[in-house]
C-alpha cells in the first residue's frame, strides 16, 4: 500500500505544478485536512475540504508567472504517513525574479482509502521526521 500512496502523493505535486486543481480534488478526500499553519509565509493556516491543498497552492501560486513544487524524496514512516521535501522552482510575475530552491520545509501526507486525507507542513524538515516518530 504504501508505494501506491507515494504514487498519489507524485500525482498530487505534479497536478500542484500544472495548476489542475479538478485533479487536486479527485486525489483528496471531501473531509481533507491542510495544515500549513506553522508556515511562515502570509498563506498560513488551516484549510478544509477536498479543495483545500488547491486553494493554498493557488494562493501562494498567484504572485508568480510560473511556480513548480516538485518532490525531492520520499520517506514512508511506520505509521503509512509519507514525508516529502519538495523543491520550488517560479519566477515572479511582476519582478521577474526566480526562484529555485529545495527549503528546509517537508510536508506530511496521510491517506486513506486512495485519497489524502490530511496534508501537514513542518518547518523544519527534521520536525516532520519526528512527528511521525523518525530521525533524520
Known amino acids: 500500500m504504501s ?22 480534488d479527485e ?17 498560513n493556516g488551516v484549510y478544509r475540504g477536498s479543495r483545500a491543498f488547491g486553494r493554498y497552492i493557488a494562493g501562494v501560486a498567484e504572485p508568480f508567472a510560473c511556480f513548480e513544487i516538485s518532490p525531492v524524496d520520499f520517506v514512508v514512516a511506520p505509521g503509512g504517513e509519507i514525508v516529502v521535501r519538495h523543491h520550488v522552482s517560479a519566477r515572479g510575475r ?18 486513506r482509502d486512495g485519497q489524502v486525507i490530511k496534508t501537514t ?16
Do not use: C
Open 3 to 24: 508505494q501506491k500512496n507515494v504514487e498519489i502523493v507524485r500525482l498530487a505535486y505534479a497536478a500542484a505544478s500544472d495548476g489542475d486543481l479538478d485533479a487536486l
Open 27 to 43: 486525489l483528496t478526500a471531501p473531509d481533507a485536512v491542510v495544515d500549513f499553519s506553522r508556515s511562515i509565509g502570509p498563506q
Open 94 to 111: 511582476a519582478s521577474g525574479l526566480p526562484i529555485d530552491r529545495v527549503p528546509d520545509v517537508a510536508l506530511v501526507w496521510e491517506l
Open 121 to 136: 507542513m513542518y518547518q523544519p524538515h527534521a520536525e516532520a521526521l519526528e512527528a511521525v516518530g523518525l530521525r533524520e
